[in-house]
């Protein structure tokens, strides 16, 4: 049995095989035992794919395939009699293994994807009677004899397939067919006239081909059909009065065509007809009053046409109608009082003609659901389109388009009862009035056009309201006031447009909320202030117009704005970025004013027209924004804390030369190639206790980047410091040396470290400066010098002399490189002295690297642009320490603070303070609140400003300067202004 049935495969194998090219009597002859069916189903799923497995279940080892999917077979035969195979995904091939199927009465392959021609014997089965091969992809034309044999054809539909070429006209000799669909399909070329006499044929369907030909008169002996649909070809002439006569016809459909002439009174005659459309051919005249008989019609699509006359008041017979259509024709007069008759109207269009008069009532007491009467040319105003909204039954509208009229009056309140509506158009209209606060009522609104009109008042902020709402056109009225930030809660809004109107005040930041917003219009109003920064994050912004505003300030960046065009910003003084033309005056924009007569730390957006009375603003360079979070460079703190190690291998060795050296101080000016060379700027060098001194370790005062510094007396009692440089190995020529020296020496200020002279061997340099007893503000600030810490107006008289200090340095352009509280000595009266400055200078060049190795070793000082190569070190990068210097002293606490996890940067501290509003937390708790807030607040500002990451932002000291002197004399400083 199990060897048989092996044989059995095999051998069907081979016929599948073989009858892909061989005829199938042969097959039979060959083995009359196999069933022919199987064979033949089996032969078929050869050739096709059947990528969801379908047809698992074709198992060519059964006797019978009645059991297989999508397979009948006649009880009383025993073969199959039909083969639905509807949607079950195959492709491929039609193969002939269905010719094999001699009793199949029914086959349908609708919905699946096969390809190629079709056989031009593949209906060539006696049975057949139904054949569907619609929704696939097969082309080609249909050979002209396919039709030949067509037996008992009764339906057959070949629609949305890629067929081409003419329709055979052997499809008319199938005189038992009843069911034509050619639909969707690539046929051209006229139209066989044979089909007009099949007398038989219930329903025919052509449409969606580019057929020719004209409706023959003959049509009126195809008095069985019931549906026929010629839609969107190419059909020209008239609709002969025959059609009246196929007295069965449910539906007609003879829509986007190029039909003319006028419509033919027989059609009254077909009073079973519920669908009629015409749409789009070129129809004219009047409508025949006879349509009205057309009783049970419940859709009449007449539009766009070239219809013309009254409105033929027998359509208010048609009590069933659903759908009316007489948009874009040329209808005049007014809408026929029957129409009040529509019971069941869902949909009514009348757009697009010459109709006149008042919108009837009856249009909000039916069930409608769409309304449109958008564009019609009545000779007068008309009234007020909402003054009937008073019945009950309108709650069903969805659609309601006026717009394009001359409707006038207000928009009644009542309006919010219209709670379903989705779209409300009253644009270009001549309304006048406010919005109605009840618009907020329609929940489910989601486009509002009420664009061009006279409307005035302002946006309600009930708008919010309305959820749904996807566009708001309200472009072109009189509207006033501002944008109600309420619209937020209108999260799926796509579309605003406001342009046109009298708004005013601030664009509002709930708007970035909006993230479905596409194009925004809020072009030519008054609006005024900054765009808000969040707009930027609009992902799906294509268009937004803000010209011919008064807004100011900078344009967001990044998103939409980066490339959004001039002429969308045009029109705005006072906006700047890049595509409004103008750069900005400030990087960031959040301006910082400082009000040394106010204790409040708010910063204020808004400037004073009188600069001298109240506040003192800072010039354009200080005014910025203090908002954006300082990033602190990871490469400065690294660098700097690398560099923390001081060579102290070279420190002693320089150590050992110098003591070599040192009898020879006691001559002056002396030239000595052993003993080097010694400078004093003001008169006789005069060491009394000789170089010994200058080196011993318990007269060391301290070290730093450049070196060590000793402390000795001068002969004539008068203290000096010495400065051993530790960098000699990078210090210029003795020339190069001398030069700077010397100018160094002559930069003399009150409040800066005095140069006195210097000493220079190859090996050796040693600069001489004035002595200074008090200690540095480091010690006193975070080593508690002798126990008292420092007073407020010390610390402040400290800030002011450091700033004085620098204004001159910089005045005498050279940059001080090296700015810190440890660089900063306090004399016995508390004034401070600065000391250490341009040394930089004496290196043969100033690298970056050098620069912040050997001078900026003071953690937390260093301008932020040391670390980054292509930025120009200027004098900002001592106002950036000078920054930093005023925070330490206002905040006691240093610079960078090393906590137990944490790395606390101060300027970053007091920022945020500063925004949390509780900056005055930050001032040094050993004042215990001993210091002025008005005088804290505005310095530790400065001190903000002054640490800007953009060099261009801080002050210059000069200015800073100023500023001080105007915080700590508020009265003074009104009365100089004054
Ligand atoms: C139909 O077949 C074509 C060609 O094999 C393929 O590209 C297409 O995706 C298929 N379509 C469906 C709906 O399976
Ligand atoms: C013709 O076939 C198409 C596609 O299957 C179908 O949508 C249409 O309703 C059919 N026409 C008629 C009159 O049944
Ligand atoms: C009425 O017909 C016009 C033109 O054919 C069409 O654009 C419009 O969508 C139709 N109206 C409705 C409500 O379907």
């Given at each position: 049995?199990?060897?048989?049935?092996?044989?059995?495969?095999?051998?069907?194998?081979?016929?599948?095989?073989?009858?892909?090219?061989?005829?199938?009597?042969?097959?039979?002859?060959?083995?009359?035992?196999?069933?022919?069916?199987?064979?033949?189903?089996?032969?078929?799923?050869?050739?096709?794919?059947?990528?969801?497995?379908?047809?698992?279940?074709?198992?060519?080892?059964?006797?019978?395939?009645?059991?297989?999917?999508?397979?009948?077979?006649?009880?009383?035969?025993?073969?199959?009699?039909?083969?639905?195979?509807?949607?079950?995904?195959?492709?491929?091939?039609?193969?002939?293994?269905?010719?094999?199927?001699?009793?199949?009465?029914?086959?349908?392959?609708?919905?699946?994807?096969?390809?190629?021609?079709?056989?031009?014997?593949?209906?060539?089965?006696?049975?057949?009677?139904?054949?569907?091969?619609?929704?696939?992809?097969?082309?080609?034309?249909?050979?002209?004899?396919?039709?030949?044999?067509?037996?008992?054809?009764?339906?057959?539909?070949?629609?949305?397939?890629?067929?081409?070429?003419?329709?055979?006209?052997?499809?008319?000799?199938?005189?038992?067919?009843?069911s034509i669909n050619l639909s969707s399909n690539r046929f051209s070329d006229s139209f066989p006239l044979g089909i007009w006499s099949m007398t038989g044929l219930r329903s025919l369907d052509v449409s969606d081909n580019s057929l020719e030909g004209e409706i023959p008169e003959g049509i009126k002996?195809?008095?069985?059909?019931?549906?026929?649909?010629?839609?969107?070809?190419?059909?020209?002439?008239?609709?002969?009065?025959?059609?009246?006569?196929?007295?069965?016809?449910?539906?007609?459909?003879?829509?986007?065509?190029?039909?003319?002439?006028?419509?033919?009174?027989?059609?009254?005659?077909?009073?079973?007809?519920?669908?009629?459309?015409?749409?789009?051919?070129?129809?004219?005249?009047?409508?025949?009053?006879?349509?009205?008989?057309?009783?049970?019609?419940?859709?009449l699509d007449l539009s766009a046409n070239r219809f013309s006359g009254q409105v033929p008041s027998s359509i208010g017979n048609f009590q069933w109608l659903k759908v009316l259509n007489l948009s874009a024709n040329g209808f005049t007069g007014s809408l026929p009082e029957s129409m009040v008759n529509?019971?069941?109207?869902?949909?009514?269009?009348?757009?697009?003609?010459?109709?006149?008069?008042?919108?009837?009532?009856?249009?909000?007491?039916?069930?409608?659901?769409?309304?449109?009467?958008?564009?019609?040319?009545?000779?007068?105003?008309?009234?007020?389109?909402?003054?009937?909204?008073?019945?009950?039954?309108?709650?069903?509208?969805?659609?309601?388009?006026?717009?394009?009229?001359?409707?006038?009056?207000?928009?009644?309140?009542?309006?919010?009862?219209?709670?379903?509506?989705?779209?409300?158009?009253?644009?270009?209209?001549?309304?006048?009035?406010?919005?109605?606060?009840?618009?907020?009522?329609?929940?489910?609104?989601?486009?509002?056009?009420?664009?061009?009109?006279?409307?005035?008042?302002?946006?309600?902020?009930?708008?919010?309201?309305?959820?749904?709402?996807?566009?708001?056109?309200?472009?072109?009225?009189?509207?006033?006031?501002?944008?109600?930030?309420?619209?937020?809660?209108?999260?799926?809004?796509?579309?605003?447009?406001?342009?046109?109107?009298?708004?005013?005040?601030?664009?509002?930041?709930?708007?970035?909320?909006?993230?479905?917003?596409?194009?925004?219009?809020?072009?030519?109003?008054?609006?005024?202030?900054?765009?808000?920064?969040?707009?930027?994050?609009?992902?799906?912004?294509?268009?937004?117009?803000?010209?011919?505003?008064?807004?100011?300030?900078?344009?967001?960046?990044?998103?939409?704005?980066?490339?959004?065009?001039?002429?969308?910003?045009?029109?705005?003084?006072?906006?700047?970025?890049?595509?409004?033309?103008?750069?900005?005056?400030?990087?960031?924009?959040?301006?910082?004013?400082?009000?040394?007569?106010?204790?409040?730390?708010?910063?204020?957006?808004?400037?004073?027209?009188?600069?001298?009375?109240?506040?003192?603003?800072?010039?354009?360079?200080?005014?910025?924004?203090?908002?954006?979070?300082?990033?602190?460079?990871?490469?400065?703190?690294?660098?700097?804390?690398?560099?923390?190690?001081?060579?102290?291998?070279?420190?002693?060795?320089?150590?050992?030369?110098?003591?070599?050296?040192?009898?020879?101080?006691?001559?002056?000016?002396?030239?000595?190639?052993?003993?080097?060379?010694?400078?004093?700027?003001?008169?006789?060098?005069?060491?009394?206790?000789?170089?010994?001194?200058?080196?011993?370790?318990?007269?060391?005062?301290?070290?730093?980047?450049?070196?060590?510094?000793?402390?000795?007396?001068?002969?004539?009692?008068?203290?000096?410091?010495?400065?051993?440089?530790?960098?000699?190995?990078?210090?210029?020529?003795?020339?190069?040396?001398?030069?700077?020296?010397?100018?160094?020496?002559?930069?003399?200020?009150?409040?800066?470290?005095?140069?006195?002279?210097?000493?220079?061997?190859?090996?050796?340099?040693?600069?001489?400066?004035?002595?200074?007893?008090?200690?540095?503000?480091?010690?006193?600030?975070?080593?508690?010098?002798?126990?008292?810490?420092?007073?407020?107006?010390?610390?402040?008289?400290?800030?002011?002399?450091?700033?004085?200090?620098?204004?001159?340095?910089?005045?005498?352009?050279?940059?001080?490189?090296?700015?810190?509280?440890?660089?900063?000595?306090?004399?016995?009266?508390?004034?401070?002295?600065?000391?250490?400055?341009?040394?930089?200078?004496?290196?043969?060049?100033?690298?970056?690297?050098?620069?912040?190795?050997?001078?900026?070793?003071?953690?937390?000082?260093?301008?932020?642009?040391?670390?980054?190569?292509?930025?120009?070190?200027?004098?900002?990068?001592?106002?950036?320490?000078?920054?930093?210097?005023?925070?330490?002293?206002?905040?006691?606490?240093?610079?960078?603070?090393?906590?137990?996890?944490?790395?606390?940067?101060?300027?970053?501290?007091?920022?945020?303070?500063?925004?949390?509003?509780?900056?005055?937390?930050?001032?040094?708790?050993?004042?215990?609140?001993?210091?002025?807030?008005?005088?804290?607040?505005?310095?530790?500002?400065?001190?903000?400003?002054?640490?800007?990451?953009?060099?261009?932002?801080?002050?210059?000291?000069?200015?800073?300067?100023?500023?001080?002197?105007?915080?700590?004399?508020?009265?003074?400083?009104?009365?100089?202004?004054?």
């Open positions: 049995m199990r060897a048989f049935l092996k044989m059995k495969r095999q051998l069907i194998s081979l016929f599948a095989l073989l009858l892909a090219a061989t005829v199938p009597v042969f097959v039979r002859s060959l083995n009359p035992s196999l069933s022919d069916d199987v064979l033949g189903l089996i032969v078929f799923k050869v050739d096709i794919q059947d990528p969801k497995g379908k047809l698992v279940s074709w198992n060519e080892d059964d006797d019978s395939p009645c059991s297989w999917a999508g397979v009948k077979c006649s009880p009383k035969s025993n073969r199959v009699s039909e083969l639905n195979l509807d949607g079950f995904s195959l492709s491929g091939r039609i193969g002939r293994g269905l010719l094999q199927l001699q009793y199949l009465r029914k086959l349908s392959l609708a919905k699946n994807n096969l390809t190629g021609t079709i056989s031009p014997n593949i209906a060539r089965v006696n049975n057949l009677r139904e054949l569907d091969l619609s929704e696939n992809g097969l082309s080609g034309a249909i050979p002209e004899d396919f039709f030949r044999q067509c037996g008992s054809l009764r339906v057959i539909s070949l629609a949305k397939n890629k067929f081409s070429g003419k329709i055979p006209d052997s499809l008319s000799s199938c005189s038992t067919l009843a002996g195809m008095n069985n059909l019931r549906a026929i649909n010629l839609g969107k070809n190419r059909f020209s002439g008239k609709v002969p009065d025959g059609i009246g006569s196929c007295l069965l016809l449910r539906s007609i459909d003879l829509s986007e065509n190029l039909l003319s002439g006028s419509l033919p009174g027989t059609l009254g005659q077909l009073s079973l007809c519920n669908y009629l459309n015409l749409r789009k051919n070129s129809f004219s005249g009047e409508v025949p009053g006879s349509i009205g008989d057309m009783k049970s019609l419940d859709s529509f019971a069941n109207l869902v949909v009514l269009d009348l757009s697009q003609n010459s109709l006149e008069g008042d919108l009837p009532a009856w249009i909000f007491k039916s069930g409608l659901q769409e309304a449109s009467l958008s564009e019609n040319k009545p000779s007068e105003h008309i009234n007020n389109p909402f003054s009937s909204l008073k019945g009950s039954s309108f709650e069903k509208l969805e659609f309601l388009d006026l717009s394009h009229n001359a409707f006038s009056g207000e928009i009644a309140s009542s309006i919010g009862v219209l709670s379903s509506l989705h779209l409300l158009n009253l644009s270009r209209n001549f309304l006048i009035g406010p919005i109605p606060a009840t618009i907020g009522e329609l929940k489910v609104l989601d486009n509002l056009d009420l664009s061009e009109n006279r409307l005035n008042g302002s946006i309600p902020l009930e708008i919010g309201g309305v959820i749904s709402l996807n566009e708001l056109k309200l472009a072109k009225n009189f509207l006033s006031g501002t944008i109600p930030s309420s619209l937020e809660n209108c999260s799926s809004l796509s579309t605003l447009i406001v342009s046109h109107n009298r708004l005013s005040g601030l664009i509002p930041a709930a708007i970035a909320q909006l993230t479905n917003l596409q194009n925004v219009d809020l072009s030519f109003n008054n609006l005024s202030g900054n765009l808000p920064k969040q707009l930027a994050n609009l992902p799906h912004l294509l268009s937004f117009n803000i010209s011919h505003n008064n807004l100011q300030g900078e344009l967001p960046a990044g998103g939409f704005f980066n490339t959004i065009s001039p002429s969308s910003v045009s029109g705005n003084p006072s906006l700047c970025g890049s595509a409004a033309n103008s750069s900005c005056p400030v990087v960031l924009p959040k301006p910082i004013v400082l009000n040394p007569n106010s204790s409040s730390d708010t910063t204020s957006g808004s400037l004073p027209p009188n600069l001298g009375h109240k506040r003192i603003i800072l010039s354009i360079s200080a005014l910025i924004a203090i908002g954006a979070a300082a990033i602190i460079v990871v490469g400065v703190i690294s660098i700097t804390v690398l560099n923390l190690r001081v060579r102290s291998s070279t420190s002693r060795s320089a150590a050992a030369l110098a003591l070599s050296a040192g009898d020879d101080f006691s001559h002056s000016p002396t030239t000595d190639a052993n003993s080097g060379k010694l400078v004093m700027f003001s008169g006789e060098p005069d060491f009394s206790t000789g170089a010994h001194a200058l080196l011993n370790k318990d007269c060391e005062l301290g070290r730093g980047g450049f070196g060590a510094v000793y402390r000795t007396v001068l002969r004539d009692g008068h203290p000096v410091a010495i400065k051993k440089l530790t960098v000699s190995s990078l210090v210029k020529s003795q020339e190069d040396f001398e030069r700077e020296v010397k100018k160094l020496g002559k930069v003399r200020h009150s409040n800066l470290v005095a140069l006195e002279g210097y000493y220079w061997t190859p090996s050796l340099q040693l600069l001489i400066y004035e002595f200074v007893s008090g200690g540095s503000l480091y010690k006193h600030l975070h080593e508690g010098l002798g126990g008292n810490f420092l007073s407020w107006n010390e610390r402040f008289s400290i800030i002011l002399g450091t700033a004085k200090s620098l204004a001159y340095l910089h005045q005498s352009n050279i940059i001080h490189y090296n700015i810190k509280s440890s660089n900063v000595l306090i004399d016995s009266t508390g004034e401070p002295k600065v000391g250490d400055f341009g040394l930089a200078r004496l290196l043969p060049m100033l690298d970056r690297y050098v620069l912040s190795s050997k001078i900026q070793s003071a953690l937390g000082y260093m301008a932020p642009e040391f670390a980054c190569r292509t930025v120009k070190i200027t004098e900002k990068c001592d106002v950036y320490g000078f920054g930093v210097l005023v925070l330490e002293v206002v905040t006691g606490k240093r610079p960078v603070e090393y906590m137990e996890d944490d790395v606390v940067v101060l300027c970053d501290m007091v920022r945020g303070a500063l925004e949390e509003g509780r900056v005055e937390e930050c001032v040094d708790g050993r004042l215990q609140g001993n210091f002025p807030a008005e005088e804290a607040i505005p310095v530790m500002k400065l001190g903000l400003i002054c640490t800007s990451q953009v060099p261009s932002n801080r002050p210059d000291m000069g200015e800073v300067v100023n500023i001080l002197e105007l915080i700590r004399c508020p009265s003074e400083g009104q009365e100089e202004l004054e």
